[in-house]
């Protein structure tokens, strides 16, 4: 810890030590080298939420590296949280990008598996998960806290990450997602993100279980928020999109909206998510992924009512 007692220093660290209810965006990197494009997409978050995830090859999709885009990020006054997944790189690769991350002044990260390459634009590539996301947590944790490598060999200045980590409430088998999340804090983990949420009295059994086990004592937990576009969306991710739990009543209600209220409707319900996690014992703030719906966020941060952000010197 650095001598104001934090880990990292980051802004979101301070968000959520001081008692407030974070608010983290999301921004995926463009599909080139086209840093006007990223800007335009960041810009609207400016502000608005405490900290920006970037993205690593999402859905196995070639992208900007995640580094680069964070750096960017760094240089131009909004803090990311930038993302690392295992299946691209081997344990040499990843200590190298956290001590270069670190360097450009990024103090945020989240550690990842990532999408299998099978579901991506180049799915003849092969994969990599020379360690897990689990291992991934505890390796940073290593070099941040303790200034050594895994070999036993010092690093000359340690990477002071805020460590973060993904959880999927509703992914098979249920019952073993609590303990899966309770590895990751184990591990090392200081905050979590989830994947975003449609079923809410599930996720109210998740948090109580989380609640009941300390969990929520040793780390922080942001619930994952996407708004819907529409019912055609909320289908899509029913039927194909790996552990999303999207109810019937949701996509009836999405449908009951009429032609060309449903992304309305769709915001709308985002924030009476965000409004009842503001109330619900053990979650410490949301995790918004309005994807390639930057534009909206400001709209939704001002109906949830999440703004002014916290401030600090």
């Not at 092969?126 to 689990?134: E, G, H, P």
């Not at 460590?163 to 303990?179: C, K």
């Not at 019937?248 to 449903?262: H, P, V």
Request: aromatic share 8%.
């Amino acid at each position: 810890m650095n001598e104001n007692g934090l880990k990292s220093g980051s802004n979101l660290e301070k968000v959520l030590v001081a008692g407030h209810f974070a608010f983290t965006g999301e921004c995926g990197p463009p599909k080139g080298a086209n840093v006007e494009h990223l800007k335009e997409k960041y810009e609207h978050l400016r502000g608005m939420v405490d900290s920006v995830n970037i993205t690593d090859n999402q859905t196995a999709v070639v992208r900007m590296s995640s580094v680069a885009a964070s750096a960017i990020m760094v240089g131009d006054g909004i803090e990311p949280n930038y993302q690392m997944v295992c299946r691209d790189r081997n344990r040499l690769a990843m200590m190298a990008d956290i001590l270069g991350a670190y360097s450009l002044g990024i103090k945020n990260m989240l550690c990842l598996s990532g999408d299998h390459q099978h579901f991506g634009n180049h799915p003849q590539s092969k994969n990599v998960y020379d360690i897990d996301s689990i291992q991934l947590i505890a390796m940073t944790k290593l070099m941040r806290d303790e200034g050594k490598f895994p070999n036993g060999e010092d690093v000359d200045v340690p990477p002071k990450m805020f460590i973060g980590a993904a959880s999927n409430p509703f992914g098979d088998p249920y019952e073993f997602r609590v303990h899966r999340l309770a590895n990751k804090i184990d591990a090392g983990t200081d905050f979590i993100q989830t994947q975003c949420i449609y079923n809410m009295p599930r996720f109210r059994e998740f948090m109580k279980m989380a609640v009941d086990m300390g969990l929520t004592e040793k780390c922080y937990i942001l619930a994952g928020v996407t708004p819907m576009k529409s019912a055609r969306m909320a289908k899509y991710m029913a039927k194909f999109v790996p552990g999303m739990d999207v109810p019937e009543e949701l996509i009836t209600r999405l449908e009951g909206a009429g032609k060309g209220k449903q992304a309305a409707e769709g915001i709308k319900f985002a924030v009476e998510q965000i409004e009842e996690f503001k109330e619900m014992e053990g979650v410490a703030g949301v995790h918004l992924m309005a994807i390639e719906w930057e534009h909206k966020v400001p709209e939704i941060a001002e109906m949830a009512k999440v703004l002014p952000r916290p401030t600090f010197d």
